[in-house]
């Protein structure tokens, strides 16, 4: 069982910045890939961003975000991070980090992967 925590969210001008981090503290996320997705009032759940834990370089995101949100990790904290960047208020939403155990390519359907945090809101004013 993993458990991920959300954390980093939080009220933002436009144009503002945010980082994400997701940790987990009940097992390694060495063997997962992990993305983060989110969820707007009255939508459904959309992937955001997407990352190889053994090759960082082999990430995704989705086309609304990129150029403006980078998804890293780190590992000696066992934590991977969502910086967004040039925030619009068509970011708002509650941003959950998903692991997808063993997996070598990134999928961008959630139902791909096994375990999600409890997620964190992201509010963008205009």
């Known amino acids: 069982q993993v458990q991920l925590v959300e954390s980093g969210g939080g009220l933002v001008q436009a144009g503002g910045s945010l980082r994400l981090s997701c940790a987990s503290s009940t097992r390694t996320l060495s063997t997962y890939a992990m993305a983060w997705f989110r969820q707007a009032p009255g939508k459904e759940r959309e992937f955001v961003a997407a990352?190889?834990?053994?090759?960082?370089?082999?990430?995704a995101y989705a086309d609304s975000v990129k150029g403006r949100f980078t998804i890293s990790r780190a590992i000696g904290k066992n934590t991977v991070y969502l910086q967004m960047n040039e925030l619009k208020p068509e970011d708002t939403a509650v941003y959950y980090c998903?692991?997808?155990?063993?997996?070598?390519?990134?999928?961008?359907?959630?139902?791909?992967?096994?375990?999600w945090g409890q997620g964190t809101q992201v509010t963008v004013s205009s």
């Open positions: 990352i190889n834990w053994w090759n960082p370089d082999n990430t």
């Open positions: 998903d692991a997808d155990y063993g997996a070598t390519i990134l999928s961008v359907a959630e139902y791909e992967y096994d375990y």
